[in-house]
């Protein structure tokens, strides 16, 4: 573990070696505040400032992280810069809405297009493809664009999803051009929580209450009653409650001959 | 008060088959209805699924233009997607009504999870996963828990005992007379819809003990079917006697049994049009783009890899229509045991128009019937045998439309039957 974190901290050293203007993307999530943790330790140790510290706001956030977010962000004296989509957070206020694509602005519909996106409607979905470009990727591209940032420190972990697993430290993104850092790539969710309670580094409280990864709020679900750290991680995968648990939904379909 | 319709839906249940089971006294309201209006069979749509169907309906539009083309559907990435009610990209005609002020009240409507704004009172039918995002509005939550509603039976225990299949169906169809019961003077409304879905699970399972006398559950599947026919009943006399003006039954695909089940994927595997990443995937994700040409989604839509559909596609636009000739082929030569398995080949712009032609698969298979198509892409060979005994066909579903006036058409397929429905108000 502790191994682990000096890794980090070579990454994170290497990235400021560099003079990259960078951010943090924070979600709340037990990852990204671990990395912030790491972040605040590494830059302490060498009497440097942090790197900016960005909240994607997609405008389904559980309250539990906002209370989180706000604590925390006290507790250590932080500044939080929050991004969001105000276009179209400003015409929606459930899962589900609609909006006409054509009373959206410019540079939303641009964006739609750039996707191929071609319906003339938006249903507000922050984890659906649309709605996750929208609602998320776009506000942080604008944010990277409009402040010249070169580099951005992301929490995620090789061990989350196959996708990752072919994953880099450091990996240049085009559109807009910036790289991406990943100082935690090696930790698995284990030496995540194992390096939580070791340093007492404190945690959203919905990890208690059995959600191992934390989404949109309509579409996140605790996968057990029991907090996260004390669930079989072997048995059930980390983003199970995530998404369109798509495993109990192939059950339905299998059952009756479909897939 | 303005115009009423009251929507029964019978998920799956063919026209040939409702008609025997009038004549032979099983469904004797049917068969006083049937007297009574213009009734027969129509098409659905391509593919068959419930998915699609239902929400062709609900819609009155065709896939290219609500943007269901089935129960998953795939990314640029090659990444699975099951579609949901928030993926139907046009408003419904419940919306439409509503924007005039007019509300309606739809139980059991498959293809409708999870629940949005609503005008009116919408219950999700199959596939759903929460209660309390399968109604809406939430106020009616205690109730459905009340009466421990449920949207479903257990299908994979429904699928191995027959005995928990009849008892479960039973109790469903009493829990969705619970719910009309106490919704239909509870609530304004102008078009009330409830669907039975019980028929297509017991069509899935026991489709044999429906059509043979000698079947196992023969018996059992006569009741079920009867009891069906009273609830029918019930509701179109109460409507009648309350001067309700419309009465549309209608099924949303055909069925017809099934002999032998056809992976189109492990096929195109077998001749080189598709290859994976690793010898026993799971999912259709799990393809190697790089030497991929064409791949299927449940149940027999074709995907050719395009360069500018997908992110790692390989086929080129100027090779599209070539690809696709050698697909076609393929396909129609191909048998089991000297029989011909693939009925017709339809190219995308043949079935689908709108704007959303570029979702569409680039060809859908009819089907022999008797043959099955699968997307799955685990296991091994291209026929194989199923436990289950009926599958959907896109023709011989149902449609009855009782109204006092005499002009009414019959409706070419479920899409004309919606838009017939919607067209008066």
Sequence with gaps: MKEKIREAHKVIAEAFEKHYKSILCWTGGKDSTLLLWIMIRFCEGEGLSLPEIVFIDDGDVFPEIWDFINSTSKKWNLKVTILKNQDILQHVQEIGDRIDVNKLSKENQNELRKIGYSEEVFTYEPESYAGNHLLKTVPLNQHIVQNGIEAVFTAIRRDEHPARREEVFFSNREEPPHIRIHPILNFTERDVWNTIFEYKIPFCSLYEKGYRSIGARYNTRPTDSKPAWLQDFDLIPERAGRGQNKEQIMDKLRALGYM | ?425
């Design chain 2, 1 to 425: 008060m303005g115009f009423k319709t009251l929507i029964i839906g019978l998920d799956g249940v063919p026209c040939s088959v409702i008609k025997e089971l009038a004549n032979k006294g099983v469904m004797p309201c049917i068969k006083d209805l049937m007297e009574q209006s213009i009734w027969g069979a129509m098409e659905v749509c391509l593919p068959p699924l419930s998915s699609v169907s239902w929400s062709s309906f609900m819609t009155a539009k065709n896939p290219a233009d609500h943007g269901i083309y089935g129960f998953t559907d795939i990314t640029p990435e090659y990444k699975l997607h099951f579609n949901s009610f928030l993926d139907i990209k046009t408003s419904t005609l419940f919306d439409r009504l509503g924007e005039k002020g007019l509300r309606s009240v739809v139980i059991n409507l498959p293809s409708t999870y999870p629940t949005r704004s609503f005008p009116g009172v919408l219950i999700s039918g199959f596939w759903s996963l929460e209660l309390k995002k399968s109604v809406y509005p939430s106020s009616l939550l205690p109730f459905l828990k009340e009466i421990n509603y449920k949207v479903d039976i257990d299908l994979p225990r429904a699928r191995e005992d027959a005995k928990y299949l009849f008892e479960s169906l039973r109790d469903t169809l009493q829990m969705r007379k619970k719910v009309a019961e106490y919704l239909w003077d509870r609530e304004e409304w102008n078009l009330f819809m409830l669907v039975v879905t019980g028929t297509d699970r017991l069509q899935h399972y026991q489709f044999k003990s429906l059509i043979h006398k000698e079947g196992i559950w023969h018996e059992e599947v006569m009741d079920y079917y009867r009891e069906v026919d009273e609830l029918i009943e019930h509701y179109v006399n109460l409507f009648k006697s309350q001067g309700g003006d419309l009465v549309v039954i209608l099924s949303d695909h055909g069925f017809t049994e099934l002999k032998k089940e056809v992976y189109i994927n492990s096929l195109l595997e077998e001749k080189g049009f598709l290859k994976f990443k690793n010898k026993s995937p799971d999912f259709i994700s799990e393809l190697d783009p790089k030497n991929t040409v064409a791949f299927a989604l449940d149940p027999a839509r074709i995907y050719v890899n395009l360069k500018d559909r997908f992110a790692e596609g390989i086929v080129s636009q100027k090779d599209f229509d070539k690809v696709r000739q050698q697909l076609q082929e393929l396909f129609d030569n191909l048998n089991f045991e000297g029989q011909k398995v693939v009925k017709m080949v339809k190219m995308k712009e043949e079935i689908y128009s709108g704007k959303l032609m570029d979702k569409a698969p680039d060809m859908v298979l009819v089907s022999e019937d008797g043959f099955d198509f699968k997307g799955a892409v685990n296991g091994a060979g291209v026929f194989r045998d199923s436990d289950l005994e009926g599958m959907h066909t896109f023709d011989n579903a149902f449609y009855l439309i009782h109204t006092k006036d005499n002009s009414v058409k019959p409706p070419k397929n479920i899409v004309e039957l919606a838009r017939f429905i919607e067209e008066n108000y």
